[in-house]
Nanobody, 123 residues
Framework: QVQLVESGGGLVQAGGSLRLSCAAS????????MGWFRQAAGKEREFVAA????????FYADSVKGRFTISRDNAKNTVYLQMNSLNSEDTAVYYC????????????????WGQGTQVTVSS
């Protein structure tokens, strides 16, 4: 069973930055990409960004494009999400997940999930 552990969340002022990390226990054929999702209170879980382990091809939701950057360190089996210019709309629990589909942007396409880390943006 693939295990994912997120870290790096916390309270940050509007306009500030945070860097989230997600450590994976392993990489297999079923973990072709690593994705980040977020879920605000009372809202549906939404796609944020994803990256392939091989080659590092990345894609983003329009809401974070230009502000967030996803990256990975294959030697550490870890994926990162650098979040800049944060605003109140970014407040949510952030989850990392894995999928065998290189184009996956829907939650149901991901098979393994971390426990989530809270990001709260305040003034």
């Amino acid at each position: 069973q693939v295990q994912l552990v997120e870290s790096g969340g916390g309270l940050v002022q509007a306009g500030g930055s945070l860097r989230l990390s997600c450590a994976a226990s392993e990489r297999t054929f079923s973990t072709y990409i690593m994705g980040w999702f977020r879920q605000a209170a009372g809202k549906e879980r939404e796609f944020v960004a994803a990256i392939t382990w091989s080659g590092g091809a990345a894609f983003y939701a329009d809401s974070v494009k230009g502000r967030f950057t996803i990256s990975r360190d294959n030697a550490k089996n870890t994926v990162y999400l650098q979040m800049n210019s944060l605003n109140s709309e970014d407040t949510a629990v952030y989850y990392c997940a894995t999928s065998p589909n290189p184009l996956a942007t829907r939650a149901y396409e991901y098979g393994y999930w971390g426990q989530g880390t809270q990001v709260t943006v305040s003034s």
